[in-house]
């Protein structure tokens, strides 16, 4: 694996950049903070000098994550062009993109087992992401009439906890766990699966 090397006057950017790496190899709890001061080609006390500790590196990884996430995520949306429909289902498609594009960051975000809340930084980052997504969802949802209309937030979880679980399951080449089907199609089945149940796609299409 290519690494990402430091870049002098940006010793904190290298770390995170040394711990990426590392999580991608390793995973979120396989490194250790020595391994990251001496991927990013610095001492282990100079990392003191930006993070009280890997946790503290991993919130950070996982904040630039969520950054990079919402961007991509606020890109498919696309203002609910050219549909409210065709938008959604674009947030779908960017999730597995994400992941597959960056890997680091999303195990440093979701497989971590750091809070979302640890710091304001990172609760900010990570509420930005799933907004879009339930943005999406309350767009979308104005076409089920009122009294079948299920909450936007609830909605929104749905399609983020089967995006979350095709990516798990299928999108990350975890060993045992092949499908005889991509993972994009997995996820545009079930995601028409769920819109027809509320009406919003007619069962022909």
Known sequence: MAKRG?????????????ALDLIEEKGPTGFTLSEAAKNAGVTPAAVYRH??????????AARQGHEIFAELME??????????????E?????????????????????ESG?????????????????????????ALSEHIPPD?????????????????GVVE????????SRSPFPPEDLLEAG??????GLGLIPPDK
Do not use: C
Not at 51 to 60: A, S
């Open 51 to 60: 993070f009280e500790g890997r946790e503290d590196l991993i919130v950070e």
């Open 75 to 88: 890109y498919a949306y696309n203002g609910g062009k050219p549909s409210a429909l065709e938008a959604f």
């Open 90 to 110: 674009a947030t779908g498609r960017a999730y597995l993109a994400f992941a597959r594009k960056h890997p680091g960051h999303y195990m440093a975000m979701f």
């Open 6 to 18: 430091y870049h002098h006057g940006n010793l904190r950017q290298a770390l995170v950049d040394a």
């Open 191 to 196: 995601i028409g699966i769920y819109l027809r």
């Open 148 to 164: 079948k209309r299920p909450p936007s937030s609830m909605f929104s979880a749905h399609i983020w906890a089967m995006s979350h």
């Open 114 to 138: 750091i809070s979302a809340n640890k710091n304001p930084e990172l609760t900010a980052a990570a509420q930005r992401s799933s907004a879009i997504l339930e943005r999406a969802a309350e």
């Open 169 to 176: 399951l299928f999108a990350r080449g975890t060993p045992g």
